[in-house]
């Protein structure tokens, strides 16, 4: 059974920084990549950044290149999200999720796990 945990999201004024952790239980975890999602109302969940199995590779959407960096704990089983220079438009619902492959997708239908997700809201 797997499970993911995201904490750390919360209020921040733009140009500000946070960071996510996605906390994944189970025995495979360090097996698989590993990616964030982030979803407002009304729109389709987008995919934020990605990474390998062992962190040797990384994938970022478009928006967040150059602000964001994603890492990842194996031994803490744990997903890490650094938000940087945040803008309003990033004010979202962020996912964290587990992916069936060892690479990093941005295909949401590769992503099998997800957690519950944790509010990010960006003020002007």
């Known amino acids: 059974q797997v499970q993911l945990v995201e904490s750390g999201g919360g209020l921040v004024q733009a140009g500000g920084s946070l960071r996510l952790s996605c906390a994944a239980s189970?025995?495979?975890?360090?097996?698989?990549?590993m990616g964030w999602f982030r979803q407002t109302p009304g729109k389709a969940r987008e995919f934020v950044a990605g990474?390998?199995?062992?962190?040797?590779?990384?994938l970022y959407g478009d928006s967040v290149k150059g602000r964001f960096t994603i890492s990842r704990d194996n031994a803490r089983n744990t997903v890490y999200l650094r938000m940087n220079s945040l803008k309003p438009e990033d004010t979202a619902v962020y996912y964290c999720?587990?992916?069936?492959?060892?690479?990093?997708?941005?295909?949401?239908?590769?992503?099998?796990?997800w957690g519950q997700g944790t509010q990010v809201t960006v003020s002007s």
């Open positions: 189970g025995s495979t975890s360090g097996s698989y990549a």
């Open positions: 990474i390998s199995y062992n962190g040797g590779s990384t």
């Open positions: 999720a587990r992916s069936l492959l060892v690479a990093p997708t941005t295909v949401r239908l590769n992503y099998a796990y």
